[in-house]
T-cell receptor
Framework: DAKTTQPTSMDCAEGRAANLPCNHS???????VYWYRQIHSQGPQYIIH???NNETNEMASLIITEDRKSSTLILPHATLRDTAVYYC??????????FGKGTTLSVSS | ETGVTQSPTHLIKTRGQQVTLRCSSQ?????VSWYQQALGQGPQFIFQ???????GRGNFPPRFSGLQFPNYSSELNVNALELDDSALYLC????????????????FGEGSRLTVL
């Protein structure tokens, strides 16, 4: 079973920041937080991952709370092409990814 | 660099038949994983291969089997197809040793959509 809890769906206006929350209260010290997304009819796409520190790349930012029990994925300027299912996954390095149902993000103009 | 490619993209089989799905890993990747994604669900892990050996398996029966070849391409075989096997089958690859401190991202293909009638 997935070790994370995410809202089923969220809406965001185009151009605004999309903040996607994830709870992972049972995370272990050696487990990373990964985010993937899946646009309709495509394979999942890696977004970002982190262990303790906040991370940023060209796609998004990942904010992990100090106790590591929750995190937030931030898409700073959402576009229509960001409409997708977003998966938050807790995972030990090198082991299989266990996907939950994710959050369906709908970006509208 | 080339991405992960899967074939066929769509296929239809009848209950009881056998199917083989193929995957070409991204160049330089020696670890491949297969996932099953039913409609409306997240992908479920089937198994993983590293250097031609299976080194991880999810909760799938033995009629789901696989192979990884020296060139790191891979096959997923499903025998005695059941209606519930209808799904999108995803292949993913990455570099490095499975089970070690490799935190590298998984690169997914577009999937093979199997319909069992």
């Amino acid at each position: 079973d997935a070790k994370t809890t995410q809202p089923t769906s969220m809406d965001c206006a185009e151009g605004r920041a999309a903040n996607l929350p994830c709870n992972h209260s049972t995370i272990s010290g050696n487990e990373y937080v990964y985010w993937y997304r899946q646009i309709h009819s495509q394979g999942p796409q890696y977004i970002i991952h982190g262990l303790k520190n906040n991370e940023t790349n060209e796609m998004a930012s990942l904010i992990i709370t100090e106790d590591r029990k929750s995190s937030t994925l931030i898409l700073p300027h959402a576009t229509l092409r960001d409409t997708a299912v977003y998966y938050c996954i807790v995972n030990r390095a090198g082991t299989a990814l266990i996907f939950g149902k994710g959050t369906t993000l709908s970006v509208s103009s | 660099e080339t991405g992960v490619t899967q074939s066929p993209t769509h296929l239809i089989k009848t209950r009881g038949q056998q199917v083989t799905l193929r995957c070409s890993s991204q160049s330089g990747h020696n670890t491949v994983s297969w996932y099953q994604q039913a409609l409306g669900q997240g992908p479920q892990f089937i198994f993983q291969y590293y250097r031609e050996e299976e080194n991880g398996r999810g909760n799938f029966p033995p009629r789901f089997s696989g192979l990884q070849f020296p060139n790191y391409s891979s096959e997923l075989n499903v025998n005695a197809l059941e209606l519930d096997d209808s799904a999108l089958y995803l292949c993913a690859s990455r570099t490095g040793l499975a089970g070690t401190l490799n935190t590298g991202e998984l690169f997914f293909g577009e999937g093979s959509r199997l319909t069992v009638l």
